[in-house]
């Protein structure tokens, strides 16, 4: 992760329609636990993130 | 049901599909943390489903009044076990709840599956699966409350049974 990152907000949604938004280090953490506490789900990091969007890209159109 | 594709998903040979009931005044609501639809957990290798299941329903709405598995279906390339779980209405508590109604199940023909199976024909069976504990299980029958016995008995009774 570089600086940049630190700076853009990602948004992490379950399949069950659940969603976060944050910082990339909340988000994740707040993913890894609605999976583990809700659907007894072991995510990592690359999982919430392979499946997570930026915000800013979406508000430009561009890619993730 | 609404799930999202694109969002993080639960996967494994082994899937428990939850479906949280509870009785509002005079008939039966579907309710959940993932709202009025069925809630998936995956499950492991060594932990009993019925464990499994019991432990997250537990920690995450409440201890159920029961639980049953009613049902098995192959879908989302796993072999999806469906349960039943009751609660009481106190554990509800701002989840969205919506009442469920009656449908038609879902029936194989002699030899081969249904074509479709819909989760609302899921939740048919489990009632009449339920249903037809509350009349061949002692502890069922000691352990849902009078009421929802009554509701019960417009479902016409039925055993666990494969649906796929």
Sequence with gaps: ?64 | MTRFPDGLDISGPVQAEVFVVWLNTDHLELTGPCGAAPWLIELGETEHPLAAVERVVRDVVGPPLLLHSTSWRRDRASVILSFVAVIEAGLVDGMESAPIDRTELARSSATAAPVTIDYRQVVEHGLRHMAWLAHDDRVVAETLPDDWRTVLAAYVPEPFRHLD
């Design chain 1, 1 to 64: 992760m570089n600086e940049a990152d630190d700076q853009r907000r990602l948004r992490a949604r379950c399949a069950c329609g659940w969603e976060t938004v944050g910082d990339v280090e909340a988000t994740v953490a707040a993913t890894i636990d609605h999976g583990q506490r809700v659907h007894n789900m072991t995510a990592t990091r690359d999982d919430v993130l392979a499946s997570a969007e930026w915000l800013e890209a979406v508000e430009k159109g561009g890619p993730a």
